[in-house]
Antibody, heavy 121, light 113 residues
Framework: EVQLVESGGGLVQPGGSLRLSCTAS????????MNWVRQAPGKGLEWVSY????????YYADSVKGRFTISRDNAKNSLYLQMNSLRAEDTAVYYC??????????????WGQGTLVAVSS | DIVMTQSPDSLTVSLGERATINCKSS????????????LAWYQQKPGQPPRLLIY???IRDSGVPDRFSASGSETDFTLTISSLQAEDVAVYYC?????????FGGGTKVEIK
């Protein structure tokens, strides 16, 4: 069974940092592109970041560019999101999602259960 | 950025009746090189992560009931639930993957009348 399990969320003060992790199982992680998608409380879905299967290509939403860094460790079947200079508007559930489709152009399946990041003083 | 606009925001339908959700993109998501529409649909039930329903605008993912169907091309797309079941109560989102940033519609909430 394909599984994605996120961890690392929590309460952080504005300006602080957090590192999210996602552990994958049930598929050949190194063969798939991966993404982070977030959902603010009671709101819709917002794509955050993409990373290619080898880790050499990354894309970011403008709202997080320069503050967030996506990375992966294929030997550990793990995806990461380093979040710096956090703002109140970054408060959301962050989902780890596997990309499917043509190189660099993904639809998302499956989704992890998500980890909540709350930015507040 | 490609803006995705869904309508209606919410929909109340009787059990067994048809539900239709619309999604409009601000730019065509049809790639001329492969003649495919780069559009997906998701279902999100309360307290759960989204689940993929449809990709390439009309291809049902594995395990998705055949009462779900989707159509459309270029900028106008539709998701149809042919006979609404109680377990279909959810928010439905469209998503374009034609270009980054990948963008979602605002969601359509489907409820039972």
């Amino acid at each position: 069974e394909v599984q994605l399990v996120e961890s690392g969320g929590g309460l952080v003060q504005p300006g602080g940092s957090l590192r999210l992790s996602c552990t994958a199982s049930g598929f050949t992680f190194s063969s798939y592109e991966m993404n982070w998608v977030r959902q603010a409380p009671g709101k819709g879905l917002e794509w955050v970041s993409y990373i290619g299967s080898g880790g050499g290509t990354t894309y970011y939403a403008d709202s997080v560019k320069g503050r967030f860094t996506i990375s992966r460790d294929n030997a550990k079947n793990s995806l990461y999101l380093q979040m710096n200079s956090l703002r109140a508007e970054d408060t959301a559930v962050y989902y780890c999602v596997r990309g499917r489709g043509s190189s660099g152009l993904n639809w998302f399946d499956p989704w992890g259960q998500g980890t909540l990041v709350a930015v507040s003083s | 950025d490609i803006v995705m606009t869904q309508s209606p925001d919410s929909l109340t339908v009787s059990l067994g009746e048809r539900a239709t959700i619309n999604c409009k993109s601000s730019y065509s998501v049809l790639f001329s090189s492969d003649n495919k529409n780069y559009l997906a649909w998701y279902q999100q039930k309360p307290g759960q992560p989204p689940r993929l329903l449809i990709y390439w605008a009309s291809i049902r993912d594995s395990g998705v009931p055949d009462r779900f169907s989707a159509s459309g091309s270029e900028t106008d797309f539709t998701l149809t639930i042919s006979s609404l079941q109680a377990e279909d109560v959810a928010v439905y989102y469209c998503q374009q993957y034609y270009s980054t940033p990948f963008t979602f519609g605002g969601g359509t909430k489907v409820e039972i009348k």
